[in-house]
């Protein structure tokens, strides 16, 4: 069997043997295909990325038909089980999970490098109390890259290990300063005798004891979804880490582009998002209103549907069983009952299956981060702490993969032709600029 596809232009009646590897062809091979020789050469037309691999990764697996997830070939759910989130943070920058040895490395490097600089405290002193978080910790994490401008030296294995230890160790000590500052509190130092998560919820929630003491049943719930929101191969958060990491843009201001785009409401935002729609549904009686006017394309059901997994979503599956060992120490959440109908009329509605849109992992994190007691906006802060770990390591095989240049995407222009100046008394107002703003 010949390995390639042959395709033949009935512009010019010529056929090309375009080769096929690891099940895909190389876009820049159709560029020979031309229908005069000064012609550009044929492109793909591909919005939004639906059916185009920008990279080879050894890093996440994801079988959306079948729902699988792996992070360096470990199937989620085992991870789930068996690992703390550092472990698991190893292993995707490392590619390995670490002996004990390794690990205790590890974590001492990791939790030494949490403290923020005392200027950094300043700069997130300047946002308004009722800033949002997220808004907070993308410009933290932005601020971070003048406190260390040696990050730029990107080509240095060394150096690139020191900022993603800095990057995974400050994280969430940047996320509970951004949740103290907007309840008013006063900053928390980091202990390094409690671990990654222990450590971040002290910093969250210690008041005046001497020594803060996590409940050890909320703060697995909080690691294990940690574990499941650390990688996901190439989503739009991790697409922008590594489009802006192939200008060589410092690790800093590479991951505060990835979280900028992990906060809006179609990626990280959308668990925020499902709070919001159970509060405005408000009652389990009023569920089959509230699908009806998402069938009728009022809007949609946030917390459901995903670009790759259209069988179901495994991480939402771990979370169903995480919810349920959380609520028995936290008390339920008044609006399961709501989620739960939801649930249980979508995937039996016709819509839903016809399109197959299932719950995904957004569906019931809102749900436990509210449990533990969060507040909604805190719930994206919350998605972008283990998710640093995957951009870094993502970042890191792009910036060592030989075949990767600066990403430049090509577009087909649909403007004017070639037009001559006009002056601005001769100019007339066309319909496309009519827009008035309110003052
Ligand atoms: C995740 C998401 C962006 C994926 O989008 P996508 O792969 O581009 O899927 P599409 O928008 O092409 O959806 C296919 C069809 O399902 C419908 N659909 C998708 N998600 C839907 C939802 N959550 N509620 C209702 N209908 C939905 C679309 O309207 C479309 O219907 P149509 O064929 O009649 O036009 C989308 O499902 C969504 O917006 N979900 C809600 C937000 C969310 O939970 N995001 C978190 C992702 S982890």
């Given at each position: 069997?010949?390995?390639?596809?042959k395709?033949?232009?009935?512009?010019?009646?010529t056929?090309?043997?375009?080769p096929i590897?690891?099940?895909?062809?190389?876009?820049?091979d159709?560029?020979?295909v031309?229908?005069?020789?000064?012609?550009?050469?044929?492109?793909?037309?591909?919005p939004?990325?639906?059916n185009?691999a920008?990279?080879?990764s050894?890093?996440?697996?994801?079988?959306g038909?079948?729902?699988?997830?792996?992070?360096?070939?470990?199937?989620i759910?085992?991870?789930?089980?068996?690992?703390?989130?550092?472990?698991?943070?190893?292993?995707?920058?490392?590619?390995?999970?670490?002996?004990?040895?390794q690990?205790n490395e590890?974590?001492?490097d990791?939790?030494?490098h949490t403290?923020?600089?005392?200027t950094?405290?300043?700069f997130?002193?300047?946002?308004r109390?009722d800033?949002h978080?997220?808004?907070m910790?993308?410009?933290?994490?932005?601020?971070l890259s003048?406190?260390?401008?040696?990050?730029?030296?990107?080509?240095d294995?060394?150096?690139?290990?020191?900022?993603?230890l800095r990057?995974?160790?400050k994280?969430?000590?940047?996320?509970?300063?951004?949740?103290?500052?907007?309840?008013?509190?006063?900053?928390?130092?980091?202990d390094?005798?409690?671990?990654?998560?222990?450590n971040?919820?002290?910093?969250?929630?210690?008041m005046?004891e001497?020594?803060y003491?996590?409940?050890?049943?909320i703060?697995?719930?909080?690691d294990?979804?940690?574990?499941?929101h650390?990688?996901?191969?190439?989503?739009?958060?991790?697409?922008?880490?590594r489009?802006v990491?192939?200008?060589h843009?410092?690790?800093f201001?590479?991951?505060?582009?990835?979280?900028?785009?992990?906060?809006?409401?179609?990626?990280?935002?959308?668990?925020?998002?499902?709070?919001?729609?159970l509060?405005?549904?408000?009652?389990k009686?009023?569920v089959p209103?509230?699908?009806?006017?998402?069938?009728?394309?009022?809007?949609?059901?946030m917390g459901?549907?995903?670009?790759?997994?259209?069988?179901?979503?495994p991480?939402?599956?771990?979370?169903k069983?995480?919810?349920?060992?959380?609520?028995?120490?936290?008390?339920?959440?008044?609006?399961?009952?709501?989620?739960?109908?939801?649930?249980?009329?979508a995937?039996?509605?016709?819509?839903?299956?016809?399109?197959?849109?299932?719950?995904?992992?957004?569906?019931?994190?809102?749900?436990?981060?509210?449990?533990m007691?969060?507040?909604?906006?805190?719930?994206?802060v919350?998605f972008a702490?283990?998710?640093?770990a995957?951009w870094?390591?993502q970042?890191?095989?792009?910036?060592?993969?030989?075949?990767?240049?600066i990403?430049r995407?090509?577009?087909i222009?649909?403007?004017?032709d070639?037009?001559?100046?006009?002056p601005?008394?001769?100019?007339?107002?066309?319909a496309?600029?009519?827009?008035?703003?309110?003052?």
């Open positions: 069997m010949n390995n390639s596809l395709v033949v232009d009935e512009r010019t009646a056929s090309y043997d375009i590897r690891d099940g895909a062809i190389r876009a820049m159709l560029r020979q031309k229908e005069t020789p000064d012609d550009f050469g044929l492109l793909t037309y591909d939004a990325f639906l185009t920008s990279c080879r050894s890093i996440t697996y994801i079988d038909d079948k729902g699988i997830l792996r992070y360096r070939g470990y199937p759910e085992q991870l789930a089980e068996h690992c703390t989130f550092l472990e698991v943070a190893y292993l995707l920058i490392h590619g390995e999970l670490p002996t004990q040895e690990m590890w974590f001492y990791v939790s030494h403290m923020l600089h005392e950094t405290k300043k997130l002193e300047g946002f109390h800033a978080p997220m808004g910790l993308v410009s933290t994490v932005a601020a003048t406190v260390y401008p040696e990050a730029r030296d990107i080509h294995p060394a150096n690139r290990k020191h900022q993603i990057l995974i160790g994280m969430p000590t940047i996320a509970a300063y951004t949740y103290r500052h907007s309840v008013g509190f006063p900053y928390v130092y980091p390094n005798e409690l671990g990654y998560t222990e971040f919820m002290n910093m969250l929630w210690k005046v001497p020594k003491m996590a409940n050890p049943t703060a697995r719930a909080l294990i979804l940690f574990i499941l650390a990688d996901h191969e190439q989503n739009c958060s991790t697409n922008v880490m489009s990491g192939s200008s843009a410092d690790p201001l590479s991951t505060a582009a990835a979280a900028a785009a992990l906060s809006g409401p179609l990626h990280g935002g959308a668990n925020e998002e499902v709070l919001r729609m509060d405005v549904i408000g009652s009686a009023n209103a509230y699908i009806e006017k998402v069938k009728a394309g009022n809007f949609k059901l459901f549907g995903h670009r790759v997994y259209k069988n179901y979503d991480r939402a599956r771990i979370i069983w995480a919810a349920d060992q959380l609520f028995q120490v936290t008390g339920g959440n008044a609006k399961l009952d709501i989620a739960l109908e939801l649930e249980r009329i995937l039996s509605d016709e819509y839903f299956i016809k399109r197959k849109l299932y719950p995904n992992v957004d569906f019931y994190s809102g749900l436990m981060y509210q449990a007691g969060f507040k909604p906006e805190m719930f994206t919350l702490i283990p998710r640093t995957g870094l390591a970042w890191q095989e792009l910036v060592e993969d030989p075949e990767q240049k990403a995407p090509r577009q222009y649909t403007g004017y070639a037009r001559d100046f006009v601005m008394t001769q100019r007339e107002i066309t496309k600029v009519k827009v008035k703003v309110e003052h």
